[in-house]
């Protein structure tokens, strides 16, 4: 099957940086949108970024001009890079993809487990 692992999270300080990046492994015909949502304790799942197949981007206004998606379609990888980091960032970030099947051209999201990230002095 399909399955999408995300790395890259941990501790860093208000103000900090750091990169996740999310590969895709299995069977499939083409990865279309791949997106980054996070959900901190006791609040929604909501989401941080997305990314088309052909490098179209959307953002969630809180995190415009601070995080940029991008990806590498012959790594089956998304990246999202984090800058001006705020404690409000505290999440675990999950990464998703809309997979195409091959044969069948079916489309279906599969979702990563996430990983913790603190921002905190």
Do not use: H
């Amino acid at each position: 099957q399909v399955q999408l692992v995300e790395s890259g999270g941990g501790l860093v300080q208000p103000g900090g940086s750091l990169r996740l990046s999310c590969v895709a492994s299995g069977t499939f015909f083409s990865i279309n949108g791949m997106a980054w949502y996070r959900q901190a304790p006791g609040k929604q799942r909501e989401r941080v970024a997305r990314i088309t197949n052909s490098g179209s981007t959307n953002y969630a206004d809180s995190v415009k001009g601070r995080f940029t998606i991008s990806r590498d379609n012959a790594k089956n990888t998304v990246y999202l890079q984090m800058s001006s980091l705020k404690p409000e960032d505290t999440a675990v970030y999950y990464c998703n993809g809309e997979v195409v099947s091959p044969g069948t051209y079916v489309q279906r999201v599969y979702w990563g487990q996430g990983t913790q990230v603190t921002v905190s002095s």
